[in-house]
Structures are given as structure tokens and as C-alpha cells.
């Protein structure tokens, strides 16, 4: 019976350490970065900064720098905060009587004191390092690893797939995707996995010959090495690979930083089509993850080694990046709302208005914290 138990701790310990230490790595990178953002942005403006906080809660531990910030790590690491002269609290919200009482000098050192320009420059900043650290870690990943390379040369055709209706055959190679030269099985699998149900004219090379084939990618629930179930366009191919096919294309820095801003755009621009779908029905919802899903993603990541880790701390940086820009007041791009529309009216919205608009905010916040924890637990469950 000890025995059990010890071996049932023990399991349950390396399952905690294996998931905690990666998620709050991954995390903990993403969130500095985006308020660093801030930070840096306020302190060129001339906006004293108060307190400087990755996680929430009760101080652990902390500092303070020359120019009298806070620097502190808190209990709970589930995100972070900057938090200026003027503020009431970590929202960014005002405080109008204590900014009434302030001094012209205190007011030069105030968030809320500075023209609508730098404001939201401040604000934006933080999102905008998100998108910087995706780029450079892309670029640092092609520049150090290179970038892997299979042709993308098809080896089996599945019975009754998309591919056999085409008339795809095995020993074929795809050079093209709607005119879109492909260098690549990865980048073939890539564009096809986000049409499904959209037809796609591919150039194919059959022995000495070019054709021109055209099929539509089914969608299909296909499970990852490690379970997880995701739905993606599939034309029903597959490659094999022999010893010494698989190669890795190294490239310069500056090739890696163009590669890297396109890889940044590819993952904006997928999860931009990804909520429209789901709006318009075409995508689930249940996709949409919280942090046991990103906490269990990272430490199964992990066993595969740190640079599949680094990458998917650069889609992490730019899912943040991107959920903070929404125009939702809370977030960022509420903020960002507000400014928008007091640059037009040549003045701020009333305080009530803005305190509603930050309820209402949180209410949407605190929704979508629960919908997402609650898929969240139907996949743990489920796996």
C-alpha cells in the first residue's frame, strides 16, 4: 500500500513538474516581454512608472530601481502588470480625485496627464513587443537550426481520399499550390491544412511531365503524437522518408528575419481566420484553450527539446499580442478604443462611461477565462 502511494506520488510529482516548469518558462517570457512593452514606451514619454509586477497577488519578492519603480514577481504567474503614476489601479484606470490633486510636476510624471499620442503609444507598445519577440525567436530558431527540408513528394495515396479522386499518384511531387511554389511536404501539409473545403489547383511533376490536378481538402479530426485531437484540411497523401532525405536548409539572418516576420504573419493571419470561422460556423469552438491547455501543450512540447519549446513560446508572444489588441475595454485595444475616440471628440469619454465599459469588459474577460478552462478540462478528461 506505501508502495502504491509512493509510486502514485511520484507519477502525479514528475506530471506537475513536467507540465508547471515549462508553462510558467514559456510564460513567463511572453508576459515580460509585453510589459516590458509598456514600460519602456512610458519611461521615453517621461510617465513614472510604479510598480513593474510579473503574476498577481501577494509580493514575493522584489526590488526597487533608481527611478523608484517596484520590481516584483507575485503568487499567482498567470500574467502581469505595469502600473503608472496615476493610476487607481493595475487596469490602468484613473483616479480622478487624486488626479485633481496633483502638482505640475506630479502631473508631468502622470499616465493620464500625457496628450492621447503617447498614451496610446504606451498601450500599444506591449502587444507590439509580443509581435517583435515572435520575430526575433523565428529568426534565432532559422539562423542556429535552419529550417528542415523534404520534398514534397507523395508516396501513398489513401483509397477514396481527396488526393486518389484528384487523380494524385504516388511518386508525384507538388511544386505548386494555386501558384505558390512549395519547397516542401511540411509547407504542402501547412496550406492544405487550413482549406479545407476549398478546392486548390496544384502543379504536380510526374515523372518528366507537369500537371495540373485539382482537389479539395476534407476536414478531418487528426490526432498529434501526443493525443491531441485538431481538425484540419486533409487530401489523404503521405510521405515516407529514408535515411539522409530529411536535410535542414541553414539560412543568413537576414533571410531568418524575413522568414521569421512571415512565420509571425502566418500565425496572425491563422488565428484571425479562426475566430471569423468561428462566428460563421465553420470552426468549433471547443479549440479554444486556457492555461491547463497551454500548461499541458508546454510540457508535452518539452519532451521533444528546447527549441520546439522556444517556437511555441513565439506563438504563445503572438496569440497574447493579438488577444490584447481586441477592442475590448480591459484589454489593450480597449484602451487603445477609448483613445481612438477621444482624438476624435477632442475629448476623453466621461468616467462613468469608461467605468461601464470596463465592467463590461471584465464580464467578457471573466466569460471567456471560464469557456476556455472549461474546454480546458473536457480535453484533460478526454485524454
Request: proline share 4%.
Amino acid at each position: 500500500m506505501a508502495d502504491l502511494f509512493l509510486n502514485s506520488f511520484n507519477t502525479l510529482s514528475h506530471g506537475v513538474i513536467g507540465y508547471v516548469i515549462p508553462f510558467l518558462f514559456v510564460l513567463t517570457i511572453v508576459v515580460f516581454f509585453h510589459e516590458l512593452g509598456h514600460f519602456l514606451v512610458a519611461r521615453w514619454n517621461g510617465v513614472k512608472v510604479l510598480t513593474f509586477s510579473l503574476g498577481f497577488g501577494p509580493e514575493i519578492v522584489g526590488f526597487n530601481d533608481k527611478h523608484g519603480t517596484r520590481w516584483k514577481l507575485s503568487a499567482v504567474p498567470l500574467g502581469g502588470y505595469v502600473k503608472f503614476f496615476g493610476d487607481e489601479s493595475e487596469a490602468s484606470t484613473p483616479s480622478s480625485d487624486s488626479l485633481a490633486k496633483m502638482t505640475a510636476e506630479e502631473r508631468a510624471g502622470s499616465f493620464h496627464h500625457k496628450p492621447v499620442g503617447p498614451r496610446a503609444a504606451i498601450v500599444a507598445a506591449g502587444p507590439i513587443a509580443n509581435f517583435i519577440l515572435a520575430i526575433v525567436i523565428f529568426t534565432f530558431l532559422f539562423t542556429f537550426f535552419g529550417v528542415p527540408n523534404t520534398s514534397a513528394r507523395v508516396d501513398k495515396v489513401q483509397a477514396g481520399s481527396a488526393a486518389e479522386i484528384a487523380g494524385f499518384q504516388s511518386g508525384d511531387v507538388v511544386v505548386a499550390i494555386e501558384g505558390k511554389a512549395i519547397r516542401n511536404f511540411t509547407e504542402m501539409q501547412r496550406t492544405v491544412s487550413i482549406e479545407a473545403g476549398q478546392a486548390l489547383n496544384f502543379t504536380v511533376k510526374r515523372g518528366d511531365s507537369t500537371l495540373q490536378l485539382r482537389a479539395t481538402p476534407e476536414l478531418r479530426e487528426v490526432k498529434d503524437s501526443f493525443g491531441n485531437v485538431h481538425r484540419l484540411g486533409v487530401l489523404g497523401i503521405s510521405r515516407s522518408t529514408a535515411v539522409g532525405e530529411v536535410t535542414t536548409e541553414r539560412v543568413d539572418p537576414a533571410t531568418a528575419f524575413v522568414m521569421g516576420v512571415k512565420e509571425t504573419w502566418f500565425v496572425v493571419d491563422r488565428t484571425l481566420a479562426y475566430i471569423g470561422g468561428i462566428f460563421t460556423g465553420r470552426e468549433a469552438a471547443d479549440q479554444l484553450g486556457g492555461p491547463l491547455r497551454i500548461a499541458q501543450i508546454s510540457g508535452q512540447v518539452a519532451t521533444i527539446g528546447f527549441t520546439p519549446l522556444l517556437h511555441l513560446a513565439a506563438v504563445l508572444s503572438i496569440s497574447i499580442g493579438l488577444l490584447n489588441l481586441f477592442p475590448v475595454p480591459l484589454l489593450d485595444g480597449g484602451h487603445l478604443l477609448f483613445y481612438a475616440v477621444e482624438a476624435v471628440r477632442g475629448r476623453p469619454l466621461s468616467e462613468r462611461a469608461q467605468e461601464m465599459g470596463f465592467r463590461i469588459g471584465l464580464g467578457l474577460v471573466l466569460m471567456l477565462m471560464v469557456f476556455a478552462t472549461y474546454n480546458d478540462i473536457l480535453h484533460l478528461a478526454a485524454s
